[in-house]
């Protein structure tokens, strides 16, 4: 018996590739966000196509699992502290992948978003999509399944079929893995380890480090900025009014301490970066890495120019990809069950709190 995954909104198929690690057989995705398949890393790695519509294919009907992650950025905290009203902020493409998974009718399904996604499709709107399955909402540690993001943390919308007599187990656990137990033995000739040259050219302007100079800096010209400011946990730069502020999320990581939680780029696709005999941004490897991937993972193109649609939309499928982790023991658990009948014996185990509670949104 050989067990499926489907992705739906699954980016480059992280959580499948967890699947994969368990002896699933990873069929085609539904994407639609071109920048997660610009160059073909989905068929690169899996042998099947990235799909940009929405029907689904009957012979799949009942598949084991279907995995998704839609977008998140409307639910971080940034958005939703100007949007109160639940029913103002935009569910993206939720429906989207409820939509398709109700005609797949899977026996399992696995949804990882940010908890304030339910402001936008509620618990009830999940349970009235889905009158067939039992529902569980988790908030998860990824890095209480090993990954070296020590705070990313996600809400897992967890679907079971009803004729189905099985659950997931929660199995967190703390660990002291660092940055540099992930990415100190990359050969410098492994795929995506590309690094940036100090003759490159950044995004950053002379004015944000306060010198006088038109257009953008070299690598070589920002190596006193981090030097000076690489202490710090979000890096400083000037505005045009001259204005000293603090860009979170951008800074000089320590390889002796847990990983930052990787961006998916916005403005700056250097966001993050790493002492290596210079200041430079982390590789694609890297971040490779650091979501949890082994070296058999390749993003395509393996070469590229800095700061192109290219690089942007490699920056892109590292970032927002998930970690493999959890998804990786959510898929032996579910294989156990299904070819063993075996279902997990020990004690549930979280790292966080259960359920995750916020009053003024009641999203548990």
């Known amino acids: 018996m050989e067990l499926k995954v489907i992705g739906i909104t699954s980016g480059v198929g992280s959580l499948q590739y ?3 690690k368990e002896g699933f057989k990873v069929l085609h995705s539904h994407e639609w966000r071109k920048y997660y398949d610009l160059s073909g890393t989905y068929s690169r790695n899996y042998g ?4 940009s519509n929405y029907d689904p294919v009957e012979r799949f009907k009942g598949v084991d699992c279907i995995v998704s992650h839609p977008e998140c950025g409307n639910f971080s905290n940034l ?20 939509d398709l998974c109700q005609k797949y009718e899977p026996k399992t399904f696995l949804v990882d978003n940010l908890p304030k996604s339910l402001m936008a499709v509620t618990r009830d709107d999940w349970e009235k999509s889905f009158p067939d399955y039992k529902l569980y909402f988790e908030m998860i540690s990824n890095w209480g399944y090993g990954n070296i993001q020590k705070n990313r943390n996600r809400l897992f919308i967890i679907g079971v079929h009803k004729d189905l007599d099985w659950f997931f187990v929660p199995n967190e656990r703390a660990h002291n893995k660092k940055l540099i137990d992930a990415i100190s ?15 490159d050219l950044t995004q950053w302007s002379g004015y944000q480090i306060g ?6 800096l070299t690598l070589q010209e920002m190596q006193p900025w981090f030097d000076l400011y690489h202490k710090n946990s979000n890096l400083p730069y000037y505005n045009r009014k001259g204005e000293m502020k603090l860009k979170p999320g951008y800074g000089v990581v320590s390889i002796e301490k847990t990983a930052p939680v990787l961006s998916g780029g916005g403005g700056f696709y250097d966001n993050y970066w790493i002492f ?18 082994e070296d058999d993972f390749i993003l395509s193109p393996l070469n590229y120019q800095y700061s192109t649609k290219e690089h942007l939309s490699l920056m892109k499928q590292t970032g927002k990809c998930m970690p493999v982790q959890f998804p990786q023991e959510f898929a032996r658990q579910l294989s156990d069950y299904l070819l063993n009948g075996i279902k997990q014996e020990f004690k549930a185990s979280r790292l966080l709190k259960q359920p995750f509670k916020n009053k003024q949104l009641n999203l548990f």
Do not use: S, V, W
């Open 18 to 20: 967890g699947f994969r």
């Open 48 to 51: 099947c196509e990235n799909l």
């Open 79 to 98: 958005y939703t502290g100007k949007n109160r009203d639940a029913r103002n902020i935009d569910p993206g493409d939720i429906y989207k992948f409820i």
């Open 185 to 199: 033995d990359i050969d410098d000739n492994t795929p995506n380890h590309q690094k940036m040259k100090l003759t």
């Open 211 to 216: 010198i006088k100079k038109e257009g953008k």
């Open 276 to 293: 290596d005999e210079y200041y430079r941004p982390l590789t694609m490897r890297e971040r490779l890495r650091i979501q949890g991937f």
